[in-house]
């Protein structure tokens, strides 16, 4: 049966512009899908610039983080099925903050650029309010990674905050991170 977000997937990927936009299917993950997407977030991690996961993490770890700890874990696929992005959504505090979810989304690298983090955020929205969130928070954006923030800014979330040098860059070393947060249901 097509939900809500099914058809919140269909609007943003059909938004005229001046490139293509993928297509994504986006749909809850099954244990099938590791093969794929455990080096993709493995790959991501190791990088040292995005995520605090110590960039050593196993897959093991990412997997008991990314799949086995959140409320959901949804995927994002090609319409040949190939598994290319990825987020989940969690309540972000226990008991009395519980209904601020946080999410963590991720994008193959080859395939980055092409709206597919936009999809995956615009389902994760209508997500959280069929899962009783009321807003979405960000915990830890890192302030090198522009991309992201310029996204998330444009998908409506605002910088509440700015963590000095909160996040420890591989290859830059100590930089600040954002705290990003968009109200959903007042
Ligand atoms: C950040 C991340 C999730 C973005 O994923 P993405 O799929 O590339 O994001 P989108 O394509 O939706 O949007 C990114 C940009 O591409 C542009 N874009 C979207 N579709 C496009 C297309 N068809 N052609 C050209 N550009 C396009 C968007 O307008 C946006 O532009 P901007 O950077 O000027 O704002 C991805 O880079 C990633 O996985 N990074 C590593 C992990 C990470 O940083 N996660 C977020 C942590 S806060």
Same mark, same amino acid.
């Given at each position: 049966?097509?939900?809500?977000? %099914?058809?919140? @997937?269909?609007?943003? =990927?059909?938004? !005229?512009?001046?490139?293509?936009? *993928?297509?994504?299917?986006? &749909? &809850?993950?099954?244990?099938? %899908?590791? !093969? *794929?997407?455990?080096?993709?977030?493995?790959?991501?991690?190791?990088?040292?610039?995005?995520?605090?996961? %110590?960039?050593?993490?196993?897959?093991?770890?990412?997997?008991? *983080?990314?799949?086995?700890?959140?409320?959901?874990?949804?995927?994002?696929?090609t319409p040949e099925g190939r598994v290319v992005g990825?987020?989940?959504?969690?309540?972000?505090?226990?008991?009395?903050?519980?209904?601020?979810?946080?999410?963590?989304?991720?994008?193959?690298?080859?395939?980055?650029?092409?709206?597919?983090? =936009?999809?995956?955020?615009?389902? =994760?929205?209508?997500? *959280?309010?069929?899962?009783?969130?009321?807003?979405?928070?960000?915990?830890?954006?890192? =302030?090198?990674?522009? &991309?992201?923030?310029?996204?998330?800014?444009?998908?409506?979330?605002?910088?509440?905050? &700015?963590?000095?040098?909160?996040?420890?860059?591989?290859?830059?070393?100590? @930089?600040d991170a954002l705290v990003m947060y968009k109200v959903?249901?007042?």
């Amino acid at each position: 049966m097509a939900t809500a977000a %099914d058809a919140m @997937v269909a609007r943003v =990927s059909d938004r !005229p512009g001046p490139h293509p936009r *993928a297509m994504p299917l986006i &749909r &809850r993950y099954r244990e099938d %899908d590791w !093969p *794929a997407l455990g080096p993709i977030l493995h790959e991501t991690f190791a990088a040292g610039d995005t995520y605090a996961f %110590d960039p050593a993490t196993s897959l093991a770890e990412i997997h008991r *983080a990314w799949i086995e700890l959140p409320a959901a874990t949804f995927v994002a696929c090609t319409p040949e099925g190939r598994v290319v992005g990825t987020y989940y959504i969690k309540a972000n505090q226990p008991g009395l903050g519980s209904h601020v979810c946080n999410c963590g989304y991720v994008v193959a690298p080859d395939v980055q650029g092409r709206g597919i983090a =936009s999809a995956l955020c615009e389902h =994760s929205q209508v997500e *959280a309010i069929t899962l009783g969130f009321r807003a979405m928070q960000f915990n830890l954006v890192v =302030s090198t990674n522009q &991309r992201a923030i310029r996204l998330w800014q444009r998908l409506g979330f605002a910088i509440v905050g &700015r963590l000095p040098n909160a996040f420890r860059h591989r290859s830059l070393g100590f @930089v600040d991170a954002l705290v990003m947060y968009k109200v959903l249901a007042s």
